[in-house]
C-alpha cells in the first residue's frame, strides 16, 4: 500500500544550523509529494510539494526533491531560524479512481535554539 | 489564513453522546476531506466528499458519517462517543480532488474532548 516513512524526532538545532529531515515512500502509482508544517496551535500548512521525480520544490528557504530512484523527498534548509520551530510532515498523494487523498508520516517535531 | 474554517474550535462531551463538525471550504474548491489527528495514530485520513458525493473512506469508523452539502459546506458527524475518540479533526479542501497533484488547505482544526 501507499506509505510514508519519516525520520524520527523531536529534533534541535541550534539557529543557522543546517536541517535535514528524511522522508521515504512507498507508492503504487505515481505520487506526488509533500512537506506540511504545524505550528503550536495552528492547523497544517503546505510548505512546499513535488508532482514528478526530479522535481524540486521550495518555499521560505526549505527545499526538497523528489528522488523516484531513492524513493525519498528528504526536507533541508540551510540555516534555520527560531520561528522554524514546528513539526513537520512528510506526506503523499496517488490518484486512484477519482480519490486523491494524503498518506502522512509521523511527523518531526524541530526546536529551534536562540 | 487557508480559507478554510472550521467550527466548534474545541468541543468536551461525555461518553456515548454525538457530535458534529462543521466545515466550510474555500471559496470554488469542490473536494472535502477529513483527517483525524492523535497522539497514537497520528494524522489519518478519514473520508473525502466531492462536488457532494463521497469519492474515498479511509479509516473511519461505523460510529462516523459525514457529508457535504449543495452549498459545499461539510458536516462530521461522531456518535456514540468513546475516550478513544479524542482528538484533533481536520478538515481539507482542494480545487479538485481527482488528480494527485492538487494542494490541499487545511482548516484550524476542531479539538474534541471525550470524558
Known amino acids: 500500500g501507499d506509505s510514508v516513512t519519516q525520520m524520527e524526532g523531536p529534533v534541535t538545532l541550534s539557529e543557522e544550523a543546517f536541517l535535514t529531515i528524511n522522508c521515504t515512500y512507498t507508492?503504487?502509482?505515481?505520487?506526488?509529494l509533500f512537506w506540511y508544517v504545524q505550528y503550536p496551535g495552528e492547523g497544517l500548512q503546505l510548505l512546499l510539494k513535488a508532482t514528478k521525480a526530479d522535481d524540486k520544490g521550495s518555499n521560505k528557504g526549505f527545499e526538497a526533491t523528489y528522488r523516484k530512484e531513492t524513493t525519498s523527498f528528504h526536507l533541508e534548509k540551510g540555516s534555520v531560524q527560531v520561528s522554524d520551530s514546528a513539526v513537520y510532515f512528510c506526506?503523499?498523494?496517488?490518484?486512484?479512481?477519482?480519490?486523491?487523498?494524503?498518506?502522512f508520516g509521523t511527523g518531526t517535531r524541530l526546536t529551534v535554539i536562540p | 489564513d487557508s480559507g478554510v474554517t472550521q467550527t466548534p474550535k474545541h468541543l468536551i462531551t461525555a461518553t456515548g453522546q454525538r457530535v458534529t463538525l462543521r466545515c466550510s471550504p474555500r471559496s470554488g474548491d469542490l473536494s472535502v476531506y477529513w483527517y483525524q489527528q492523535s497522539l497514537d495514530q497520528g494524522l489519518q485520513f478519514l473520508i473525502q466528499?466531492?462536488?457532494?458525493?463521497?469519492?474515498a473512506k479511509g479509516n473511519i469508523l461505523e460510529r462516523f458519517s459525514a457529508q457535504q452539502f449543495p452549498d459545499l459546506h461539510s458536516e462530521l458527524n461522531l456518535s456514540s462517543l468513546e475516550l478513544g475518540d479524542s482528538a484533533l479533526y481536520f478538515c481539507?479542501?482542494?480545487?479538485?480532488?481527482?488528480?494527485?497533484?492538487?494542494?490541499?488547505?487545511f482548516g484550524p482544526g476542531t479539538r474534541l474532548t471525550v470524558l
Open positions: 506526506a503523499l498523494s496517488v490518484a486512484q479512481t477519482g480519490a486523491n487523498n494524503l498518506f
Open positions: 481539507a479542501s482542494s480545487p479538485h480532488g481527482t488528480a494527485s497533484t492538487d494542494t490541499q488547505y
Open positions: 466528499y466531492y462536488n457532494g458525493e463521497e469519492r
Open positions: 507508492a503504487t502509482g505515481y505520487p506526488s
